[in-house]
């Protein structure tokens, strides 16, 4: 039951930022089950292997790649999808933490979480950063084979 209600919190949660983004309404519930199924497999992967940056990073390379392959065929921008898509996996909670525990005086606390914060988002760059790149490798490929 508890994973019921996370996909349709993530779900929501992505097409309600799909709606500030200014999606087209005939992109906003791909764009919502492209952010469920990247929190899903988050959420999964965090809770066999409890280590949250290898979950970010798994869920980002999959909403990457799933956002190009739609895009692809239904002809819109990437960004539509990825931005809406990666919007669970952003550690906004645990960044806001780490920034009260530093006005509190908690450094340790404090240097914790912002490190975990900075390791969340490297893996969420890199994730996207990775996608492309063998997006752009494969592209090659095939247009190397066409030629040939």
């Known amino acids: 039951m508890d994973i ?8 929501i949660a992505t097409g309600a930022f799909g709606i ?3 999606v087209p309404k005939e992109s ?3 764009c919502g089950l492209i952010g469920m ?3 899903l497999i988050y959420y999964l992967l965090e809770g066999y292997t409890n280590d949250a940056v290898l979950g970010t990073l798994a869920a980002t390379i999959f909403v990457a790649i799933l956002s190009q392959e739609l895009a692809k065929f239904y002809k819109t921008p990437v960004i539509i999808f990825v931005v809406a898509g990666i919007i669970p996996l952003v550690p906004g909670g645990l960044a806001y933490d780490a920034m009260r ?3 509190e005086n ?3 606390t404090a240097l914790g979480s912002a ?5 969340l988002a490297g893996s969420i760059a890199f ?4 996608s492309e790149v063998v997006n752009q490798i494969l592209r090659k490929m095939s247009e190397r084979r066409s030629k040939v």
């Open 37 to 39: 199924g990247g929190w």
């Open 20 to 22: 500030l983004f200014n």
């Open 106 to 108: 908690d450094y340790n």
């Open 127 to 130: 994730g996207l950063v990775f």
């Open 115 to 119: 490190a975990k914060v900075l390791m």
């Open 28 to 30: 906003l519930v791909k």
């Open 4 to 11: 019921l209600g996370q996909l349709i919190t993530s779900f």
């Open 101 to 103: 525990h530093f006005v």
